[in-house]
């Protein structure tokens, strides 16, 4: 069992950037691969970025590649989402998740979830 608490979230204007942090407890952090997914108001829950175990394969959605970094700490228990040039559509409450996958981070089974936290970028 894994708990995950997020925090790093806010208001920023276009063109920001954050960065989104990650905690992990109750277990082993290195066993899990990471990622990051985001929920817009009326919308599902949608993909944004994701880590392997050791930090060796990363993968994003195309809306984000290029203006967002996924990275991790083993030691510190810590998934990061750095944000950059942050755009209105970017707006979202951002959840992480870890999980088990492959060598195709994007697709792992992420079973423990955090309990988001909310992005909103102003135009």
């Known amino acids: 069992q894994v708990q995950l608490v997020e925090s790093g979230g806010g208001l920023v204007q276009t063109g920001g950037s954050l960065r989104l942090s990650c905690t992990a407890s109750?277990?082993?952090?290195?066993?899990?691969?990471m990622a990051w997914y985001r929920q817009a108001p009326g919308k599902e829950r949608e993909f944004v970025a994701a880590?392997?175990?050791?930090?060796?394969?990363?993968d994003y959605a195309d809306s984000v590649k290029g203006r967002f970094t996924i990275s991790r700490d083993n030691a510190k228990n810590t998934v990061y989402l750095q944000m950059n040039s942050l755009k209105p559509e970017d707006t979202a409450v951002y959840y992480c998740?870890?999980?088990?996958?492959?060598?195709?981070?994007?697709?792992?089974?992420?079973?423990?979830w955090g309990q988001g936290t909310q992005v909103t970028v102003s135009s």
């Open positions: 998740a870890a999980g088990f996958s492959g060598r195709r981070v994007r697709l792992g089974n992420y079973r423990y």
């Open positions: 109750g277990s082993t952090f290195g066993d899990y691969a």
């Open positions: 880590i392997s175990r050791t930090d060796s394969i990363t």
